[in-house]
């Protein structure tokens, strides 16, 4: 799942190089935080959240193939 949303992320962005994916493991599932160049925000958000919305759903129904999880979260 985190090789996904990296290569969803580095299609979108002006920046792939700057995409980061970091896993964070707890005992509610899992946290994926991406991290993109401030110029990209913009466009991994999308107009009100709907590319974000988008990813998250993507990732959520690889999860629930494992049975996991997930949430995705975009940091500054």
Known sequence: ???????????????????????????????LELQVSP???GKVIGKQ???V???RTVVNAAAVKENKRVLVEVVP
């Open 49 to 51: 959240g709907r590319i």
């Open 39 to 41: 110029d990209d925000m």
């Open 53 to 55: 919305k988008a990813i």
């Open 1 to 31: 799942m985190k090789q996904m949303l990296e290569q969803i992320a580095k299609a979108l962005v002006d920046y792939p190089d700057q995409v980061e994916v970091r896993l964070l493991e707890d005992e509610r599932g899992i946290t």
